[in-house]
């Protein structure tokens, strides 16, 4: 894992140094917004890059931009993200999955500016694993359609204080992927599994997984309803579902849950933007996007 490998490196260098230092071993970088996590090229992760001469055009242009590096199978890295906020901390739940040996291969721990943590891990050759979160544990994982912030990055703390993301230690032993399986059904053992994959399962459960992505959906708490309906809205868009079925299938789960309207159907479009970044080869709008645009009939959206 070639991120790796440069990381003890990266705190004594420059954010534009670092960038092409990731890119050179073959890592994908993209800018962010100085101090931020928000991506500033138009199609954030997806436009990532190894190639040494349009990273230095990028950092030229912003050279205190932070680093973002896309995880799953565009990078080989995976993350186990352990948030710190006001409304709880994730090291008890992680302190126990590695006790339980589904998140032990890591091959380095970075520390956050919030007191947080990032696990990295080598990606498993052979699956694809998009991201998710356990919202009720404080853990998320970063696979594919996720992105994390990379040394030496930083954001600005409350006093003005400029807090970097740091390098705690990297494993003496030989990385393993995570046990994504396990880790899931132990952080948050309520969450359904993926619709699968295939064309005929996706025809006859389409359904009754939305039924199911729903009900879990509607219970959601404060601080979890947002990240969960986006999590729900990317599972059926994954499956082959329809903007506006989506839309009717999660909108009054999320509305129960308390979010209003307009963030529904931001969130649903952001899950679709991300599920599938191709874009559109013609100049008008399906029917469905139409749909999302001017919401469904009967609803008041925006």
Not at 90 to 108: C, I, M, Q, V
Not at 272 to 288: I, L, N, Q, S
């Amino acid at each position: 894992m070639g991120a790796i490998d440069v990381f003890a490196e990266v705190s004594r260098i420059t954010l534009a140094d670092a960038a092409a230092r990731f890119a050179s071993v073959g890592v994908p970088v993209f800018p962010c917004v100085p101090g931020e996590k928000r991506p500033l090229v138009r199609r954030g992760f997806h436009d990532a890059s190894i190639d040494l001469g349009q990273v230095g055009a990028w950092w030229s242009r912003w050279p205190a931009a932070n680093i973002g590096i896309p995880t799953g199978a565009a990078s080989g890295i995976e993350v186990v993200d352990v948030d710190v906020h006001r409304a709880g901390t994730g090291f008890p739940a992680f302190r126990e999955a590695h006790r339980k040996g589904y998140t032990a291969g890591w091959a380095a721990l970075v520390r956050t500016p919030s007191g947080g943590l990032h696990a990295y891990y080598p990606s498993a050759p052979d699956r694809v694993q998009s991201s998710w979160q356990a919202a009720r544990a404080h853990v998320d994982f970063r696979g594919d359609g996720g992105y994390v912030i990379a040394p030496p990055s930083w954001v600005l703390r409350p006093g003005g204080v400029r807090a970097r993301y740091r390098l705690i230690v990297t494993s003496g032993d030989t990385p393993a992927p995570v046990d994504v399986t396990g880790l899931r059904a132990f952080l948050d053992p309520h969450i359904p599994l993926p619709p699968d994959r295939t064309r005929a399962a996706r025809v006859d459960r389409r359904g009754s997984d939305a039924k199911v992505l729903a009900g879990w959906l509607a219970g959601r708490g404060e601080g979890e309803r947002n990240r969960g309906l986006f999590w729900a809205a990317c599972r059926l868009a994954e499956a082959g579902t329809p903007p506006d079925a989506t839309l009717d299938a999660l909108g009054p789960a999320a509305e129960h849950a308390g979010l209003g309207s307009r963030e529904i159907t931001a969130t649903i479009r952001s899950a679709y933007r991300t599920t599938h970044p191709t874009p559109r080869t013609t100049a008008e709008p399906g029917v469905h996007e139409r749909r999302m645009m001017r919401g469904s009939p009967g609803r008041m959206l925006p």
